[in-house]
């Protein structure tokens, strides 16, 4: 790679204040020809699309991958049924199962190209963001709470998500993207949405009563090293922290060379997002308020002053003396160190800090007796003009740099947080350049550069990593299995690359088309070999037993929030009401969460999509973590997938899932009457998208039968009953409730949890 | 080598499974892009994830119950008399020990001797002051490791650390890598369960988490209100005889879908998996049904005493389970830090010793005169220890460098003290025995090598004791 474009457009964006002079490092480290050679390190190349000609082949990916199969004596499978791929494609885009008049439109549909104005309109649908954000919230280790002991909600975090739904669904050039959270605070200074994007780096888990801060800022320092490594550049980093990596060449240099660049960084909760005529505002009705409750705060203040203090006192004194000392000088004679310990001291002991340890409230709590009960007093007159106050401005988080000097970095034995060994300025890989990046001060914001240099260097189109990275999960989404198999993995003990081929061509195009993302779903999605039944066909699986040449479409279970969504989809009850404030859907009775889940009284709030569902990192929601909700104090690339006994217990047992199939039943009865085999038809064309065969017929009219008469002496014993719901029309109530289990049974099937 | 290899047609597919897990000596594989196979280097049988499987040298014991002190038991007021503490009393701590950053900046406090009287017990002799009187019987079954320590100052990173290995969390569980390695050992419960007393333990279900490995491979929390699993039972209004009729419609449904399907184990597997929640159904709700034992053995576990019936019920639930094949028991006595005594000592540790000291007696008893005490590993310890100098007046500090964990039953050596804290109890000198070390141990003794069973992830072979561990040899009879 060697020498970056991108370093003039950066110098464009930002204004030059100073240029740090790039010097060389010491003693650059060595590598073997081997290391050299390894492939994801190779410039991109633009390979030529192989020359077949082949009825199958549709575009381009088509004939990389029927080259690949032709050289193996493997041909690809004919295309699924229309039916099969509408459904396929609506789960992958929005995860959601297409509707019965989406279906029938594309079946009615038979000029050419039908399929490629579903895959323009699904793409055009606000519910692909949805969609698709949450496998970057995987990557991102996307949580709303801090996770550790207390696991306190971060109360904005929840505007990331937004952003990056937004980002999906607006198709925002992923090197803009990328830019964006890396350093939108350097860049953008003045866009809210830029900063908000920051936030990819603040979703690091963070522990409140820690006392050792110098500890505890490295170990967040690890967390983004190890993240930023892994989602943009497909390393793993990690692995160097202690010492060089055991099969890549990342030295464990190059470990602190990146995290070099996030040296000054620390969190930002309270990034304005107010219009400054909104500002002024607020800003007269919060003054017409001070002035009017002023001598009563006074009052309160001063019954609240000692215990305050002693909150606070209690709690820096278990600080570290060095800690103290910082905490103790004035700003200006702090050194950029002390300046870290001293804003992470400040997330609790700042009373502008959601995190503040001395609130109100808690000072309150240590109020006793006749103070207690003055104070409630006053208190109460205060609430009488809380009419009067203009409300807390919208907030959001993010990080920032500390101004403009960084403290130093240094190069870490076995990785602990005081064995201090070399200095190490800020940089790529060695391998790639063993030069310090070049950083420019920004001119119009107290910050370091450093980030921006390293939003540069990753989204410089000559990076060998970052494009085949990303065209890499957006296949690995698609097919369940990237062209290389472990998508945060690129090095020598990932997979190597199925079709290296068209790997480079892919990250090729993906640039070309100005990083467009949805350019790259548009390419994929209209191939043949997306396009291909899901059929195993034993001839070829004898040549290639893991179809990592894509002989057939591979099936797919899907994730927990998508079987969710999908259950709410076929009872009719989804709610698409997008963005805004996380959501609390019921827990099993009995259930903790230390933190709070505050459930929502109104159904309609609970109904929302599964990406708006509040993500507490010590208590995910059971049913998702349950399906392989990734865990997320770490980046998780590629999601496990597996098969339990607690699963089958929460589909088939959860009040939840009974409530929706209830629903489903409903809305079966609603559109086919009491007539048993217009239901099956029905309930088969909601959670399918087709019609039962002969046989599944006769198998459910066996099952009607059989479970009429159970429940009809169940009904004759006097037990309840579970009904339809919204059901106007007078129903025989054993039927009803055969209806019922017959649509529950649905959504308990392997047709209705896999994507075929 | 892979599945797909193998089994290519229906009827050698089906010939395979019925054999059982023995004639599957294939690779491993639970995702069907063969990923996890090489991830992997347990053969999973992947139509059964939790099929029990053989283990890498012959094990001594088949379960573990490991009772978990939460919030630090101080190892110098019960397992680890320390004179010079009297000596000292009132003075700070001697110059040469340093000065440690602690979880409460009381390192520059002075020494607080114990108020405990010591006794040896037994044949062996151990010393064990008057707060356990009742597990002083069982002296000789005990091996003591005085010499522990960890990496953490706090409880939620200590607590993870003693579950899974780190004080960051998000790896697995040391009951989850067990039932990596192992399987199941039963067909009809969870492998690996979780009893608490109190509140939430710190850091919550991180501690039982399944972490990178494949979520089947978690802890299943068992609670003692309602059913012991959550969506244990159907709704109300589902009778027994309804969900049968149901789950056998379930899967002529699944298995049509799998007529043009068979290679794929996946869909196999999640059939298999409906089957075993039905049974967990009748199964969980009878594991836990402490009505079913004696009045004696209820006694033996203090359930006639208010104060000790919680952790008594616990530790009673704890021996039904490994009588009926969980592997692995994380039982907590004072969940949420209750033992956590930063001021007055006396009257935290006097309520939880007397709470854990009859109950842990009972279950050792009771193993003992059911055989099980050669099969179940009994662990005992906290996640730290605590201070030589005072806080507060009246109570101790957290203390990871120096502290007691003691085990007995299958495969350790009874009537053994192994390793020493310095004079003062600050710091294991002697045979120190890190966290990685007791999780090795309890790996080898199940059969496991620590550093064979290995899981790739982003990049590494991960294993249960990262980068050390080492098996505690002096422990081992």
């Known amino acids: 790679m060697g020498c970056f474009a991108n370093a003039g457009r950066l110098l464009a964006l930002i204004g030059v204040v100073g240029l740090v002079a790039a010097r060389a490092e010491p003693n650059p480290p060595e590598f073997s020809d081997r290391e ?35 050289a193996q004596h493997i041909s690809p499978n004919p295309p699924t049924d229309k039916v099969t791929l509408v459904r396929r494609a609506t789960l992958d885009l929005t995860g959601l199962p297409p509707t019965p008049g989406e279906v029938d439109a594309f079946l009615a549909d038979r000029q050419p190209k039908a399929f490629d104005r579903v895959v323009d309109r699904l793409l055009s649908s606000p519910q692909y963001g949805e969609r698709w954000a949450r496998h970057w919230l995987d990557l991102a280790r996307y949580a709303e709470s801090e996770g550790f002991k207390a696991d306190e909600t971060r109360p904005n975090a929840w505007r990331y998500r937004d952003y990056v739904i937004k980002a999906f669904n607006d198709d925002k050039p992923y090197d803009r993207f990328v830019q964006e959270q890396i350093a939108g605070d350097e860049l953008w200074p003045e866009n809210p949405e830029a900063r908000i994007a920051t936030a990819f780096n603040r979703h690091y888990p963070d522990e409140s009563n820690a006392r050792n801060l110098m500890q505890r800022r490295q170990e967040i320092l690890n967390d983004i090293t190890d993240t930023v490594g892994g989602v943009f550049s497909g390393l793993t980093y990690a692995c160097a922290r202690c010492h060089d990596h055991k099969f890549d060449p990342i030295r464990q240099v190059d470990y602190y060379r990146l995290q070099a660049f996030f040296a000054n960084t620390a969190a930002d909760d309270n990034i304005p997002l107010t219009p400054s005529a909104a500002l002024t505002e607020h800003q007269l009705r919060l003054a017409g308020w001070e002035v009017k409750t002023r001598d009563l705060r006074a009052e309160m203040e001063e019954i609240e002053a000692p215990k305050r203090n002693d909150i606070i006192k209690d709690y820096a004194e278990k600080y570290p003396e060095e800690i103290q000392t910082a905490l103790n000088k004035p700003a200006s004679a702090r050194t950029a160190f002390e300046a870290q310990m001293v804003a992470k001291a400040k997330l609790y002991l700042d009373p502008s800090s959601h995190q503040y340890i001395a609130s109100t409230k808690a000072v309150a709590a240590a109020l006793k007796g006749d103070t207690r009960k003055h104070w409630d007093e006053l208190n109460k007159q205060l609430q009488t ?19 403009t000097e960084a403290p130093k970095t240094f190069l870490l034995g076995r990785g602990n947080w005081d064995s201090r060994q070399q200095e190490v300025a800020p940089g790529l890989l060695s391998i790639l350049d063993p030069k310090p990046a070049t950083i420019t001060m920004p001119a119009n914001v107290r910050s370091t550069g450093r980030r921006s240099a390293l939003a540069m260097l990753l989204t410089d189109p000559e990076n060998p990593l970052t494009a085949r990275v990303m065209v890499n999960r957006i296949w690995h989404h698609h097919f369940g299995r990237g062209i290389v198999a472990t998508p945060s993995d690129f090095g020598f003990k990932g997979e190597r690359p199925t079709h290296p081929a068209l790997l480079d061509w892919l990250a090729g195009e993906f640039v070309r088309s100005g990083w467009s993302i949805k350019a790259m779903h548009r390419l994929i999605m209209t191939s043949s070999t997306y396009e291909q039944v899901a059929t195993h066909f034993e001839t070829a699986a004898r040549i290639d037993p893991e179809n990592k040449l894509l002989w057939h479409f591979p099936r797919q279970r899907l994730e927990g929030e998508v079987i969710r969504d999908s259950a709410l989809a076929v009872a009719g009850r989804l709610n698409v009401q997008m963005s805004g404030p996380s959501i609390f859907p019921e827990l099993p009775a009995g259930m903790e969460s230390r933190g709070g889940w505050p459930v929502n009284h109104d159904s309609l709030d609970r109904d929302r999509r599964s990406i708006y569902v509040f993500v507490r990192r010590n208590t995910r929601y059971p049913m998702f973590d349950t399906f392989d909700m990734p865990d997320t104090h770490e980046s998780c690339a590629r999601r496990n997938v597996t098969t339990s006994p607690l699963q089958a217990l929460t589909l088939l047992n959860s009040a939840q899932m009974l409530d929706l199939a209830q629903s489903f039943a409903g809305r079966v009865f609603r559109e086919a009457g009491s007539d048993r085999n217009r239901q099956i038809i029905e309930a088969y064309r909601i959670a399918f998208a087709r019609s039962p065969s002969k046989s599944e017929t006769a198998m459910l009219n066996d099952f009607f039968q059989r479970q009429d008469k159970i429940l009809r002496e169940r009904a004759e014993a006097g037990e309840r009953l579970a009904q339809p719901s919204a059901v106007t029309a007078p129903v025989d109530p054993v039927h009803a409730a055969v209806l019922v289990d017959l649509c529950h049974t649905l959504m308990n099937s392997n047709e209705f949890v896999y994507r075929n | ?9 229906r009827r050698k597919f089906l010939a395979q499974a019925g054999a059982g897990f023995g004639a599957l000596a294939f690779g491993s594989m639970l995702g069907r892009d063969g990923f996890t196979a090489r991830a992997a280097n ?16 012959s094990a001594r014991a088949k379960s573990v119950i490991w009772l978990f002190m939460e919030g630090g038991p101080s190892h110098l007021d019960l397992f680890d008399p320390k004179p010079a503490l009297d000596r000292l009393a009132g003075q700070p701590m001697p110059e040469s020990f340093g000065k440690p950053i602690t979880a409460m900046g009381t390192a520059g406090n002075t020494i607080m001797p114990t108020k405990r009287q010591w006794k040896q017990h037994g044949q062996s002799g151990i010393w064990i002051s008057d707060w356990y009187p009742h597990i002083a019987k069982h002296a000789d079954d005990l091996a003591i490791l005085r010499s522990c320590w960890a990496d953490g100052l706090n409880h939620v990173g200590s607590v993870c650390q003693m579950n899974t290995g780190d004080i960051l969390a998000g790896r697995p569980a040391i009951g989850a890598w067990t039932t990596y390695g192992l399987g199941s050992a039963n067909d ?51 009778s027994d005889r309804q969900q049968r009729s149901k789950l056998d419609l379930l899967n002529a449904l699944n298995r049509h879908y799998a007529l043009d399907k068979s290679e794929d184990t996946e869909l196999a597997a999640r059939l298999n998996s409906y089957e075993l929640a039905y049974r967990m159904q009748t199964a969980a709700p009878e594991a836990v049904d402490l009505a079913r034992e004696t009045e004696a053995t209820r006694n033996l576990y203090g359930l006639d005493d208010k104060l000790t019936a919680k952790f008594g019920g616990n530790c009673l639930l704890a021996r039904r389970l490994v009588e009926r094949g969980v592997r692995f028991v994380q039982c907590y006595c004072g969940s949420g830090s209750a033992w956590d005594a930063h001021s007055d000592i006396e009257g935290n540790h006097s309520k939880w010793c007397k709470i854990s000291d009859r109950p842990i007696a009972g279950l050792l008893a009771d193993l003992n005169s059911r055989g099980l005490l050669d099969s179940t590993l009994v662990v005992w310890g906290g996640e730290f220890g605590r201070t030589p100098f005072n806080e507060k007046g009246n109570g101790r500090d957290h203390n990871p460098w120096g502290f007691t964990t003691w085990m007995a039953g299958g495969g350790v050596k009874a009537g053994t003290v192994v390793g020493a804290t310095d004079e003062i109890g600050l710091r294991a000198v002697q045979d120190r025995a890190h966290v990685h070390d007791i999780h090795a141990t309890i790996l080898h003794l199940m059969g496991l090598d620590h550093a064979a069973l290995t899981y790739l992830h982003n990049g590494r072979d991960e294993r249960a004791t990262i980068n050390g561990g080492e098996v505690i040899k002096p422990l081992l009879s």
């Not at chain 1, 050299?36 to 077949?52: E, G, I, K």
């Not at chain 2, 049988?45 to 499987?53: G, K, T, Y």
């Not at chain 2, 491979?217 to 589902?238: A, E, K, N, Y």
Request: glycine content about 8%.
């Open chain 2, 1 to 9: 080598m892979n599945d797909f290899q193998q089994i290519h047609s």
């Open chain 2, 188 to 238: 009809n419960l969870p492998s690996f369960v979780i009893l608490t007393d109190e509140a939430e333990v710190n850091g919550g279900p991180k501690n039982w988490s399944s972490g990178f490995l494949p979520a089947t491979f978690q802890g299943t929390m068992f609670r003692r209100d309602g059913t012991p699993i959550f969506h244990l039972s159907p709704p109300g209004v589902v």
């Open chain 2, 42 to 57: 347990v053969a999973i049988n992947p139509l059964q994830p939790l099929a029990s499987r053989p283990p890498h040298h």
């Open chain 1, 36 to 70: 050299r050679a390894h492939w994801a390190f190779q410039t991109v190349r633009q390979p030529s699309v192989p020359s077949m000609r082949d009825k199958w082949i549709r575009n381009p990916v088509d004939s990389f991958i029927l080259a690949a199969q032709k």
């Open chain 1, 385 to 403: 003009y809380a009419p009067l106050h203009p409300g807390n401005l919208p907030l959001g988080t993010g990080v920032v740099d500390l101004g």
